[in-house]
């Protein structure tokens, strides 16, 4: 793998641009000289054009039309999508590291590769696991599958949260909103096994309840002992649950997840759970505040514990322990897990037992193969170089704050005040986090339980400790990047910093068409409809003056509108207000990303024409080529509900025909598609 050489971001790219007009040309391009190249030349891959389409009418088409008719879905995704595609060249290096450490464990001195080894080892060897089957899980089917009173149904609840398994209501340990340097107690409801509160509900998903309903009957068919009428009870239990749940667009709203109450008064709301003995026994600490996500939810929850009885309780906890560890049971659980997959999502096939052990040994021990993943793919050296280009991007996006119309100055000193406060992490954590529970080489189901265990005390020990900002809620070799609003931080993982996104040989315009975009995009979620609501240290604080509040909701509403007249399948609709931040993230992305390019090449002695296009162009082309995807119609549907991002297309869609840049660039024709009569304007 090829990487960038330490130094300016734009001295870098520019160089390389300079050796590949080079190859191109008979003379050395002089001052103020276009030099032609290719569109391999610059980082942009010509195959993955389609040039018979207008940019103008459906720039997606135009900038991926190629990759999606050369690119096959594969049988065992539900979406296949750039992110994926430089995933998977990741995992084939996680491959390397873990098949190394499982061969060497058994003699290795080093703690790491001894734990890596024997975990990825235990998930490979799929006979071990058939002949244990249930076994390893036996202690807590023994509570799961005797619940006969108050006591052993407390007793099921508090075995399946120290698991980590989510049933009836979830607890654990985050920072307090108007409060953010301090972890409290948190509560929420949580325990369905569908995506979300409208699929028991809403006659659109008829279909999928229903199989969901077959499922759950064979899964505990599969457990032995239950009557006919178990799944009955379950999709019962789950029905009444969802009544007083929030569906995904509701739960965007910050300010009514933020509910504080205390010990006392959640006693006599809830009096069916005996909290005392519950905190001890999960390993909380509870703090003087505690707030709750959805108070309706917990005020409902006695009844709802008495409406059903012991028997179908039983049914409903021993089904959730068994979906939660069905890789780890054998080859029926896990058929049958992958079967309701498969009608959820419409994936074909399972994923390679190898590739889905990497995922478990991740999921397990993600940092300590973070570790081993950046020796050997991210040098010293470039996370200095990638941290400039996030420097770069805050620079412009501080540019951009200063030139709003519409925002005062009272406000636009506060905004630039949480930009400049904003941490920026870069390729890895600066302090690796330790996992301190055994790993037992012929053991994968408790293996499982003891990571799982782990890790869900781990979080819950948060609760009354001070929050670390520097904290990853991503490994390093993830292909993604995110913005915590109540940490005021940012995270821009080493796996994502690699082509289609970034290299070291591509040119500025494409550089940040990328991976410019995309940490655009994370920034401005400090100021989308929901980070806006938080100040520089991370505190719910309402800084925005009534005036500038109202101009602020007025032009999301317009990107609610709009999006919400995307179709991504015939009479399936994007749901703009569920993705409006994302949306906001988008538009405003991409604007500062181009703004940051603007200004590195804005003294260029030389621009580079590849194939015909130019720079600006080029820039636009490679925004539009990191989101080529393919899905599949039930993804799409399962997505729509509950996803917060919109489709692919239609995040190259929305945001570049609210671009005047890109209609300049692209000679757009004012009507057109890509160029309509109204554009939504936020940053």
Same mark, same amino acid.
């Given at each position: 793998?090829?990487?960038?050489?330490?130094?300016?971001?734009?001295?870098?790219?520019?160089?390389?641009?300079?050796?590949?007009?080079?190859?191109?040309?008979?003379?050395?391009?002089?001052?103020?000289?276009?030099?032609?190249?290719?569109?391999?030349?610059?980082?942009?891959?010509?195959?993955?054009?389609?040039?018979?389409?207008?940019?103008?009418?459906?720039?997606?088409?135009?900038?991926?039309?190629?990759?999606?008719?050369?690119?096959?879905?594969?049988?065992?995704?539900?979406?296949?999508?750039?992110?994926?595609?430089?995933?998977?060249?990741?995992?084939?290096?996680?491959?390397?590291?873990?098949?190394?450490?499982?061969?060497?464990?058994?003699?290795?001195?080093?703690?790491?590769?001894?734990?890596?080894?024997?975990?990825?080892?235990?998930?490979?060897?799929?006979?071990?696991?058939?002949?244990?089957?249930?076994?390893?899980?036996?202690?807590?089917?023994?509570?799961?599958?005797?619940?006969?009173?108050?006591?052993?149904?407390?007793?099921?609840?508090?075995?399946?949260?120290?698991?980590?398994?989510?049933?009836?209501?979830?607890?654990?340990?985050?920072?307090?909103?108007?409060?953010?340097?301090?972890?409290?107690?948190?509560?929420?409801?949580?325990?369905?096994?569908?995506?979300?509160?409208?699929?028991?509900?809403?006659?659109?998903?008829?279909?999928?309840?229903?199989?969901?309903?077959?499922?759950?009957?064979?899964?505990?068919?599969?457990?032995?002992?239950?009557?006919?009428?178990?799944?009955?009870?379950?999709?019962?239990?789950?029905?009444?649950?969802?009544?007083?749940?929030?569906?995904?667009?509701?739960?965007?709203? =910050?300010?009514?997840?933020?509910?504080?109450?205390?010990?006392?008064?959640?006693?006599?709301?809830?009096?069916?759970?005996?909290?005392?003995?519950?905190?001890?026994?999960?390993?909380?600490?509870?703090?003087?505040?505690?707030?709750?996500?959805?108070?309706?939810?917990?005020?409902?929850?006695?009844?709802?514990?008495?409406?059903?009885?012991?028997?179908?309780?039983?049914?409903?906890?021993?089904?959730?322990?068994?979906?939660?560890?069905?890789?780890?049971?054998?080859?029926?659980?896990?058929?049958?897990?992958?079967?309701?997959?498969?009608?959820?999502?419409?994936?074909?096939?399972?994923?390679?037992?190898?590739?889905?052990?990497?995922?478990?040994?991740?999921?397990?021990?993600?940092?300590?193969?973070?570790?081993?993943?950046?020796?050997?793919?991210?040098?010293?050296?470039?996370?200095?170089?990638?941290?400039?280009?996030?420097?770069?991007?805050?620079?412009?996006?501080?540019?951009?704050?200063?030139?709003?119309?519409?925002?005062?100055?009272?406000?636009?000193?506060?905004?630039?005040?949480?930009?400049?406060?904003?941490?920026?992490?870069?390729?890895?954590?600066?302090?690796?986090?330790?996992?301190?529970?055994?790993?037992?080489?012929?053991?994968?189901?408790?293996?499982?339980?003891?990571?799982?265990?782990?890790?869900?005390?781990?979080?819950?020990?948060?609760?009354?400790?001070?929050?670390?900002?520097?904290?990853?809620?991503?490994?390093?070799?993830?292909?993604?990047?995110?913005?915590?609003?109540?940490?005021?931080?940012?995270?821009?993982?080493?796996?994502?910093?690699?082509?289609?996104?970034?290299?070291?040989?591509?040119?500025?315009?494409?550089?940040?068409?990328?991976?410019?975009? =995309?940490?655009?995009?994370?920034?401005?979620?400090?100021?989308?409809?929901?980070?806006?609501?938080?100040?520089?240290?991370?505190?719910?604080?309402?800084?925005?003056?009534?005036?500038?509040?109202?101009?602020?909701?007025?032009?999301?509403?317009?990107?609610?509108?709009?999006?919400?007249?995307?179709?991504?399948?015939?009479?399936?609709?994007?749901?703009?207000?569920?993705?409006?931040?994302?949306?906001?993230?988008?538009?405003?992305?991409?604007?500062?990303?181009?703004?940051?390019?603007?200004?590195?090449?804005?003294?260029?002695?030389?621009?580079?024409?590849?194939?015909?296009?130019?720079?600006?162009?080029?820039?636009?082309?490679?925004?539009?080529?990191?989101?080529?995807?393919?899905?599949?119609?039930?993804?799409?549907?399962?997505?729509?509900?509950?996803?917060?991002?919109?489709?692919?297309?239609?995040?190259?869609?929305?945001?570049?025909?609210?671009?005047?840049?890109?209609?300049?660039?692209?000679?757009?024709?004012?009507?057109?598609?890509?160029?309509?009569?109204?554009?939504?304007?936020?940053?």
């Amino acid at each position: 793998m090829r990487w960038w050489h330490p130094g300016a971001f734009a001295v870098v790219a520019a160089s390389a641009l300079a050796a590949a007009a080079y190859r191109t040309s008979t003379a050395a391009p002089s001052q103020g000289q276009v030099a032609k190249v290719s569109l391999a030349d610059v980082g942009l891959e010509a195959s993955s054009l389609d040039k018979t389409a207008d940019p103008c009418v459906d720039f997606y088409q135009f900038s991926c039309g190629g990759w999606l008719q050369k690119t096959d879905l594969p049988d065992d995704k539900a979406r296949f999508a750039r992110f994926d595609e430089l995933q998977d060249k990741n995992k084939l290096v996680l491959r390397t590291i873990l098949d190394d450490a499982s061969r060497s464990a058994a003699t290795s001195a080093d703690a790491a590769t001894k734990k890596l080894g024997d975990y990825y080892a235990s998930c490979m060897d799929a006979q071990a696991i058939d002949a244990a089957g249930t076994t390893p899980i036996k202690p807590l089917l023994d509570k799961t599958t005797k619940v006969k009173d108050a006591k052993s149904w407390t007793a099921a609840l508090i075995a399946l949260h120290q698991l980590g398994t989510r049933v009836v209501f979830e607890a654990s340990a985050g920072p307090d909103l108007k409060k953010s340097t301090q972890n409290v107690t948190q509560l929420d409801a949580t325990g369905l096994g569908l995506p979300d509160r409208d699929y028991y509900s809403e006659d659109k998903y008829k279909d999928k309840l229903a199989a969901y309903h077959d499922h759950v009957g064979r899964m505990l068919a599969l457990v032995g002992g239950f009557s006919s009428s178990a799944a009955d009870d379950v999709v019962a239990i789950e029905t009444e649950m969802a009544k007083t749940m929030k569906n995904a667009t509701e739960r965007r709203d =910050v300010d009514k997840r933020y509910n504080p109450t205390d010990a006392g008064k959640l006693a006599k709301t809830v009096s069916i759970v005996d909290w005392k003995a519950y905190w001890k026994a999960v390993g909380i600490d509870v703090t003087k505040v505690i707030v709750v996500g959805t108070p309706a939810y917990f005020a409902a929850l006695d009844k709802l514990r008495a409406k059903f009885k012991w028997p179908q309780w039983s049914a409903y906890f021993t089904y959730h322990l068994v979906q939660g560890q069905a890789f780890s049971l054998g080859t029926a659980y896990d058929d049958e897990a992958f079967a309701f997959a498969k009608v959820m999502t419409g994936v074909e096939k399972k994923e390679d037992r190898w590739k889905r052990c990497a995922d478990a040994t991740t999921a397990a021990l993600g940092e300590l193969l973070g570790q081993l993943y950046v020796a050997k793919q991210f040098p010293p050296q470039a996370k200095q170089t990638a941290t400039a280009v996030v420097d770069g991007i805050v620079a412009a996006m501080g540019h951009e704050i200063a030139d709003l119309d519409w925002m005062s100055a009272a406000t636009k000193t506060t905004a630039a005040d949480k930009l400049a406060h904003i941490v920026r992490m870069v390729g890895y954590p600066d302090k690796w986090r330790t996992y301190e529970f055994d790993v037992k080489r012929g053991d994968f189901a408790g293996n499982e339980q003891r990571a799982s265990t782990f890790e869900a005390h781990r979080v819950r020990a948060r609760s009354g400790k001070p929050v670390d900002r520097g904290e990853w809620s991503m490994n390093s070799f993830t292909v993604n990047a995110y913005y915590r609003s109540t940490a005021n931080n940012t995270a821009l993982p080493a796996g994502i910093l690699q082509p289609p996104f970034f290299g070291a040989d591509r040119g500025v315009a494409v550089n940040f068409g990328g991976i410019g975009a =995309v940490i655009g995009h994370e920034l401005t979620h400090g100021f989308d409809d929901q980070g806006s609501k938080f100040d520089a240290d991370g505190n719910r604080v309402d800084w925005w003056s009534a005036d500038d509040k109202s101009k602020f909701e007025t032009k999301t509403q317009c990107v609610t509108d709009e999006y919400a007249t995307f179709e991504a399948e015939p009479k399936q609709y994007v749901n703009g207000k569920l993705t409006l931040g994302e949306d906001i993230a988008d538009l405003g992305g991409v604007k500062i990303a181009y703004r940051a390019y603007q200004t590195q090449r804005a003294n260029a002695a030389t621009t580079y024409v590849a194939d015909g296009f130019t720079e600006d162009q080029q820039f636009f082309i490679a925004f539009g080529q990191i989101w080529c995807s393919k899905d599949r119609p039930a993804e799409v549907q399962r997505r729509l509900a509950t996803d917060p991002h919109a489709p692919p297309k239609f995040r190259v869609y929305g945001a570049l025909r609210n671009m005047k840049e890109f209609d300049d660039a692209f000679h757009c024709a004012e009507g057109t598609p890509m160029r309509p009569a109204k554009v939504c304007s936020v940053w």
